[in-house]
């Protein structure tokens, strides 16, 4: 995590330098981290806020699959922390569901689809990422 963070404030900090900043409205940057691989901000959470990120995206298959103490006590974090998650990247649970080709289940699909928007939204989401 403190690579990822360290890398984008210096690729932030080259970008910068060739900005014309008097013709351009001030830019703030937001950082928030995402699930990826093996890390999940929810479990993090306490450490990115004090270390100042301004959000959490939570990989919404994985969320999805939580159980509901582990849902409940997610929710609960991120309201004790005043981060956002407001965005989840990892929409569909990987194989477990078919997108394409003869074993694609329309209904299946549609079922998740519905279950995962209303989870997200509830968690004040306004963007999905598709993949990681």
Known sequence: MTRALLLSVAIMAVLSEHHDHAAAPALRLRYGVASFGDVNPFKSIDALAASGFDYV??????????????????????AATGLRAETM???????DIK?????AD???IRAYVEKALELAESFGVKVIVFGS
């Open 106 to 108: 329309a209904a299946k």
């Open 99 to 103: 997108l394409t080709g003869p074993e």
């Open 57 to 78: 995206e939570p990989g919404l298959a994985l969320t999805l699959a939580l159980a509901p103490d582990a849902l409940a006590s997610a929710r609960a974090k991120v």
């Open 89 to 95: 990247n990892w929409f569909m649970p990987g194989s």
